[in-house]
């Protein structure tokens, strides 16, 4: 079976689970008297969708970069800080991820952002931004923090020339070398590189030889990750085209234990899946955050009643938000425990779930969550530390598995769809 056929039957399991089997999950255009609920804290994720070039494997709302498109999205941007503050309220805001796309092309854009922001929100949280080795120097780092910025995660991928080639990344080993060493010296709370594994062709040693490399220019965090596949981008066409193999699951395994093992003699301490952090730092991080609110298009929402979703298409998010309507073009209500799980479901790839709360998150269905994670413990994958289970090494790399295909599946059905039309009709996953 290829990856992402048994994807299918893995996430029709999880659904089942927990929603039961006659529920299905489906994502609408919201009802035109709808409105967010009112929202004492949340964090804020902030779109930014341009890149100087598209990289074949990229599964993001993006375009190619163009000065004219700017201003149009910056205003619009600020437009849609405002719809959410005149409805959630004047909502304090625990953390601000900006994300892409290259949100560093666009600088200014994100400072007038952020200034709109803290001007409609209560901001007390880190602001985290993800950037590109190309676009490092030190105009851009004096931006950053001149922003405010605290968290900065640039996008390696590899240190080796072919395989940069290969994922269709457009800059030298050493160029990244030197944007991390830049941002290392420069005062910022946290510096995280994106390393991947499991490309083509790549070796253990490889992986280990990237990873020491990235270590030395100082950074305290490593988040590692594998090459996603989504059927949705040219990638798999693109490998196809080169006659480029996958590493196969058992490639990817011990690629996986030999990052586990090198982090941990190298005093980086796993704090996701995937993320490895050095020292008493701020944790930089994209995603389980309980709640936040999407600005841009294609960002999502995770709200206390259900998930929602902009219009994928830049122009018609920008027509919407200048106007003063919702650019929201799809929302799936929570049913019964559903947010409970969502909950759990972060936690696991926190790789650290807090039993004293569950109840309070799952509810009905905490006795259920609790046997789950019984099994989980029984079968190796999980130790408990106190009121603390831990996902042991196994049980990260096969949770990190589940979880790959359920987002590979759930993704996949949502964006191929919300990215054919701007406004799309219902979707069931
Ligand atoms: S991977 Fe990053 S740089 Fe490449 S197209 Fe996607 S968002 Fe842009």
């Not at 596949?229 to 040219?234: G, K, L, Q, R, V």
């Given at each position: 079976m290829t990856g992402h056929s048994i994807s299918r039957p893995i996430t029709e399991a999880v659904r089942r689970y927990l929603v039961?089997?006659?529920?299905r999950w489906v994502f609408e255009p919201?009802?035109?008297d709808w409105t967010p609920p009112r929202i004492a804290r949340t964090s804020l994720y902030l779109h930014v969708?341009?890149?100087?070039n598209v990289c074949p494997y990229c599964p993001y709302t993006k375009v190619p970069?163009?000065?004219?498109?700017i201003d149009p999205y910056t205003r619009a941007a600020r437009a849609e800080v405002d719809w959410w503050a005149d409805r959630i309220g004047p909502t304090e805001i625990t953390s601000v991820y900006i994300g892409g796309g290259t949100p560093t092309l666009a600088m200014d854009s994100v400072a007038s952002v952020l200034e709109r922001i803290r001007e409609r929100f209560r901001l007390t949280g880190d602001i985290n931004i993800e950037t590109n080795p190309a676009d490092v120097n030190p105009v851009i780092v004096q931006q950053l923090h001149d922003a405010g910025i605290a968290c900065v995660s640039l996008?390696?991928?590899?240190?080796?020339t072919e395989k940069l080639a290969l994922i269709g990344r457009r800059y030298e080993p050493v160029t990244a070398e030197r944007a991390l060493e830049l941002l290392a010296r420069s005062g910022f709370a946290s510096v995280n590189a994106d390393i991947m594994f499991?490309?083509?062709?790549?070796?253990t040693h490889d992986v280990i030889a990237d990873l020491t490399r990235a270590m030395r220019t100082g950074v305290n965090q490593i988040t590692t990750y594998p090459l996603f596949?989504?059927?949705?981008?040219?990638v798999g066409e693109y490998l196809r085209l080169k006659a480029v193999r996958m590493p196969n699951l058992h490639t990817r395994r011990a690629h996986y234990r030999a990052i586990s093992r090198w982090c941990a003699e190298h005093n980086?301490?796993?704090?996701?899946?995937w993320g490895f952090k050095r020292g008493d730092v701020p944790r930089y991080s994209s995603?389980?955050?309980d709640s936040y609110i999407g600005i841009g298009p294609g960002a999502g929402s995770h709200l206390p009643d259900g998930f929602v979703l902009n219009s994928f298409d830049l122009n018609s998010w920008t027509r919407a938000a200048l106007a003063g309507h919702?650019?929201?073009?799809l929302r799936m209500p929570f049913a019964g425990e559903m947010a409970g799980w969502w909950w759990l479901y972060w936690r696991l790839y926190d790789t650290h779930?807090?039993?004293?709360d569950l109840d309070a998150a799952l509810g009905q269905d905490a006795p259920k969550a609790r046997r789950w994670l019984k099994t989980l413990e029984w079968t190796g994958l999980a130790v408990r530390h106190g009121k603390t289970l831990e996902l042991t090494e196994p049980g990260a790399f096969w949770l990190h598995l589940a979880q790959n295909h359920f987002a590979l599946n759930y993704v996949n059905t949502l964006w191929t769809q919300a990215r054919r039309a701007p406004w799309p009709q219902a979707v069931n996953i």
């Open positions: 039961g089997p006659d529920q919201p009802p035109p969708p341009f890149c100087r970069y163009e000065e004219t498109l996008g390696v991928q590899s240190f080796q499991a490309l083509p062709g790549q070796s596949t989504f059927p949705y981008t040219t980086f301490e796993r704090v996701s899946v995603v389980t955050r919702t650019a929201i073009a779930i807090p039993l004293d």
